[in-house]
């Protein structure tokens, strides 16, 4: 058995069975005050705090459990943010872990991405972690011992921080996993991990010495369509973000993934989804428009999905 097992999925839904942050907001959309936010992910606190992470303002908000407006936060570019991207909340720290991609060099050989956790109550920085990627950071996820691993979309690869490291180094390098994106552990102690542009799921063991075994694509029942970030909601099962507008919930037997997609139709994109007792909660980044400054994206919004 691999040596995460059963404990990695207890850490991983411990912020997910929050039904008093649910109830108290109950279940409506939640408005992102500020322009040009163009969110790119969201974690979800024990309680039902929410943090939504800003690549247009370099920033993070947050609601918390009754509040109706998500409300500036971590302020657009502190501590020399350039691009928020992967946002997790980690449990057994009490710490939220903020992915902020940076700017890659002018000949877009090379990237230094920021990996800073903050305290999850006041906003205080903690630890700077740097990570050389030539994409950034992407998405986060922790294992049971408390190691990160985090996506670095444009080279296929996956990096990783043990306690004590000074830098997040690389972990699985694999030409199958282009446009790495979404991670998430199940209950099996494994990694899942999806690519955005192939629409794949992949499961890849972790071996005793904790280096990664080889990526296993699983077959879907139905197409994943740029499935982005995507989170742990039961032993075997995962909440996915899918770019074209879905949020779907994907069950795993075997090397059999189902796909059930709960909702369809959001214009926007679907970057990332965090489930809050019985509703999840999905980010709409507006990508398309975010080139142009002349052109007004709109209001932003966190989309109440609920899922009974």
Not at 50 to 69: K, N, Q
Not at 216 to 222: D, E, P
């Given at each position: 058995m691999m040596r995460h097992g059963l404990a990695t999925w207890l850490l991983g839904i411990a912020v997910l069975s929050t039904p008093a942050g649910a109830a108290s907001r109950a279940g409506g959309d939640i408005p992102i005050e500020d322009g040009r936010v163009f969110p790119e992910n969201i974690a979800a606190g024990p309680d039902g705090t929410?943090?939504?992470?800003?690549?247009?303002?370099?920033?993070?908000?947050?609601?918390?459990?009754?509040?109706?407006?998500a409300k500036r936060w971590i302020v657009p570019g502190a501590h020399g943010m350039k691009r928020v991207m992967g946002l997790y909340y980690d449990a057994g720290r009490h710490l939220l872990w903020v992915c902020d991609a940076g700017v890659r060099s002018a000949d877009g050989a090379k990237g230094v991405a920021s990996i800073r956790t903050f305290d999850p109550e006041t906003g205080a920085p903690r630890d700077n972690f740097s990570m050389e990627a030539r994409g950034g950071c992407n998405d986060l996820t922790i294992a049971s011992d408390g190691t990160v691993y985090v996506s670095d979309f444009e080279d296929a690869r996956i990096y990783r921080w043990k306690a004590g490291d000074a830098a997040f180094a690389p972990w699985l390098d694999d030409a199958r996993l282009a446009a790495v994106d979404g991670l998430a552990f199940l209950a099996d102690g494994a990694l899942y991990v999806n690519t955005f542009r192939e629409g794949g799921l992949y499961r890849v063991?972790?071996?005793?010495?904790?280096?990664?075994?080889?990526?296993?694509?699983?077959?879907?029942?139905?197409?994943?369509?740029?499935?982005?970030?995507?989170?742990?909601?039961?032993?075997?099962?995962?909440l996915v973000a899918e770019g074209v507008g879905k949020?779907?919930?994907?069950?795993?037997?075997?090397d059999q993934a189902t796909v059930r997609?709960?909702?369809?139709?959001?214009?926007d994109g679907v970057a990332a989804a965090v489930l809050v007792g019985d509703v999840a909660y999905a980010v709409q980044p507006k990508f398309a428009k975010m080139s142009d400054p002349a052109v007004d994206p709109g209001a932003f919004a966190v989309v109440a999905v609920p899922l009974r």
């Open positions: 929410l943090w939504i992470g800003s690549v247009g303002r370099a920033g993070v908000y947050r609601a918390l459990p009754g509040e109706r407006t063991g972790i071996n005793p010495d904790g280096s990664a075994g080889t990526p296993q694509r699983l077959a879907l029942s139905q197409p994943l369509e740029r499935p982005d970030a995507m989170r742990t909601i039961g032993p075997d099962t995962l949020v779907s919930i994907v069950t795993i037997r075997g997609v709960v909702r369809d139709g959001m214009t």
